[in-house]
């Protein structure tokens, strides 16, 4: 029963029809189609419409025993007639017959539904009871169990009206009268105990949602075994370079990375991952050592002069490098004073002059002091600091000592393998100042 | 109407006369008062429920769609089908109309129209006109340029509309 604002209005009649047909609301089989039928067909047809979601078909054809001019409370009770006649239990009333005998129960129902089949709020609850009012009294009288179906959001104004109406007050009491006050269309066949009668539409649901899960599982597997293919991939490329650093074959272990350097995209990864932790370990050597340059002078004279500890000393002081090494554990370090003299001038020498290299070990806390004997030449100090003992590093301060060309290789092969390093310069320098 | 508007009518529905020139002088002997054809074009609503009755006049038919033609209205020619079996689907490079049956009664019909293009004109009525036998039907409102309603075949209109030798307006 769909009540309105002037009369109660029962359903005759509800045929699919053709779907290029429009859905149509008329009055007990005219051929005049009402007002609401353009918002029926919106109601009916998917996507904006639920019906054709509901019973799978897209056009329908609703006779009414009175006209319905406007308003969208009707959408309920058309809704419930809809899917009770998908499943064969819908009486349909006769034009000046509301009531049909053989019925045992009547559903009366107002309220607008959304998308979701939520149940919204309907207005002039009062006004649409009142004009049932008589068709309860003969629903009562002829034992017809009646459904008062509504929104949940019409609670109050419904007992507001209950209480007007003491009769419907006690047939509430009595049950004759079943107040169903939903959120959800699916409430409804829940109280009505046929849940079946959407069961289609909740397994739709319940299979996406199952479905959703499904997909989701195979996702996170998905990521999974990608992130296990890219681990396993990154670790086949990783452990060739950890074993040729173990085994110091720094030649190899360099080309290597040069190749991975400009490779497959696993191989620059790898490259960029190993250069980035040898970093982070050459970065923590250099931090763990501590460099101070201490000047001083043996004459008397030029005691006080030389004294003075800054980055600027007098020429006449003779100057220590005091390397500190300020962690726990042991240091090896390699000096090398390389001066301009091997590095620029004089080519034919540099295969002659013996490199000037300071080698040594550090113990944790401790400091080791190397003596820079006054030069009147600059000085540049090539440090190298490991925790391991690596032979090799003469030789390759000694290529640089030789060859400054080789000075920029050298770092990358020292970074490459995570060793610290610092390169310090000691310059000459005469100062004129403007005295008057 | 005021009377300037009805003088420009009655200047306006002589022009027509003039400009006729299918009409010999018997047939204006046939009483045709253009001056009211013209003011049945002008009010369409108001003459609504008369208007069938109207088109029964030979005449004044053909003098009425004259004007619709000429005033601007949606129109389909005869079909160029040599069939005299009824033609359930129409089209034209102005609108379709597709005559489907109902499942609720074997004889009843929805005519269906869907117009291809924008109109600004006001759309009110369905016209058929075959062998100087015409009618109109009301037309419920255009939503998204398609309209519908529902006819029964033992309807004139039903004959009409699925006849391949109707002209058809929508004005």
């Keep these: 029963m769909i009540p309105t604002t002037i009369d109660l209005v029962g359903i005759t009649d509800i ?29 009916v047809k998917s996507p904006t419409g639920i019906i054709e979601k509901l019973t799978g078909h ?49 559903i ?29 009294n003969s629903c009562i009288k002829s034992k017809v169990f009646i459904n008062l179906v509504m929104s949940i959001e019409n609670k109050e104004d419904l007992n507001n009206t209950l209480e007007k109406y003491q009769f419907l007050k006690n ?17 409804l066949f829940d109280h009505l105990n046929l849940k079946n009668f959407l ?72 490259a960029y991952i190993y250069d980035y932790i040898q970093t982070i370990q050459s970065d923590e050597i250099n931090k763990q050592m501590k460099l101070n340059f201490i000047s001083y002078s043996e004459i008397e004279l030029n005691k006080k002069q030389c004294a003075n500890n ?29 001066s301009n003299y091997n590095s620029k001038n004089n080519i034919n020498n540099k295969t002659i002059k013996k490199s000037d ?28 600091y490991s925790k391991v003992f690596d032979i090799k590093i003469i030789d390759w301060l000694k290529n640089v000592d030789r060859e400054n060309s080789l000075l920029e290789t050298t770092i990358k092969r020292l970074k490459s393998l995570g060793y610290g390093f610092t390169i310090s310069e000691i310059k000459n320098v005469k100062l004129i100042q403007e005295l008057i | 109407m005021e009377i300037k508007d009805s003088i420009s009518n009655t200047f306006l529905a002589l022009n027509y006369i003039s400009l006729s020139q299918n009409y010999s002088s018997s047939i204006t002997q046939a009483k045709l008062n253009f001056k ?94 075959c062998d100087n036998i015409s009618e109109s039907k009301k037309l419920p409102k255009f939503n998204n340029k398609r309209a519908q309603m529902i006819i029964k075949d033992n309807d004139n209109f039903f004959d009409l509309i699925t006849n391949p030798n109707t002209e058809i307006f929508i004005r």
């Design chain 1, 15 to 43: 045929i699919q029809e053709d779907p290029l047909v429009s859905s149509v609301i008329c009055e007990n089989n005219t051929l005049e189609a009402l007002p609401i039928s353009s918002q029926y067909n919106s109601f």
């Design chain 1, 58 to 106: 897209r056009s329908y054809r609703v006779d009414l025993t009175k006209p319905i001019q406007d308003g969208k409370s009707w959408q309920l009770p058309i809704a419930i007639a809809h899917i009770f006649q998908k499943n064969n239990i819908l009486s349909f009333s006769k034009e000046k017959q509301l009531l049909k005998n053989m019925s045992d129960q009547v």
């Design chain 1, 108 to 136: 009366w129902a107002s309220g607008t539904i959304n998308a979701k089949l939520d149940i919204k709020k309907i207005n002039y609850v009062d006004q649409k009871i009142q004009h049932s009012i008589e068709f309860f």
């Design chain 1, 171 to 187: 047939a509430v009491n009595e049950n004759k009268i079943k107040v169903i006050l939903i959120k959800n269309l699916y409430d």
């Design chain 1, 199 to 270: 069961k289609k539409n909740i397994k739709t649901r319940h299979v996406l949602k199952k479905r959703k899960f499904f997909l989701s599982i195979v996702a996170i597997v998905f990521i999974v075994a990608l992130v296990a293919l890219m681990i396993s991939s990154i670790w086949t490329k990783t452990s060739p370079l950890i074993s040729l650093n173990e085994k110091k074959k720094y030649s190899i272990l360099l080309t290597t990375l040069k190749t991975y350097r400009y490779g497959d995209l696993t191989e620059r990864v790898v």
């Design chain 1, 310 to 338: 800054s980055n600027f000393i007098d020429s006449v002081c003779n100057l220590n490098l005091e390397i500190i090494n300020t962690g726990k554990g042991p240091v090896f370090i390699w000096a090398l004073k390389m």
């Design chain 1, 357 to 384: 290299i300071v080698n040594g070990m550090i113990q944790g806390n401790e400091a080791f002091l190397i003596d820079l004997q006054n030069s009147q030449e600059p000085i540049k100090l090539f440090l190298v």
């Design chain 2, 36 to 129: 009211r054809v013209w003011e049945v074009f002008l009010n369409p609503i108001k003459y609504q429920d008369k208007i069938n009755e109207m088109l029964k006049d030979k005449v004044f038919a053909k003098a009425y769609f004259m004007i619709l033609q000429n005033e601007g209205c949606i129109y389909q020619p005869k079909l160029r089908a040599a069939s005299n079996d009824k033609v359930f689907f129409r089209s034209s490079s102005e609108f379709k109309i597709e005559i489907v049956k109902s499942n609720k009664n074997k004889n009843v019909y929805y005519i269906i129209i869907n117009l291809i293009n924008d109109t600004k004109l006001p759309l009110l009525n369905l016209y058929v006109i």
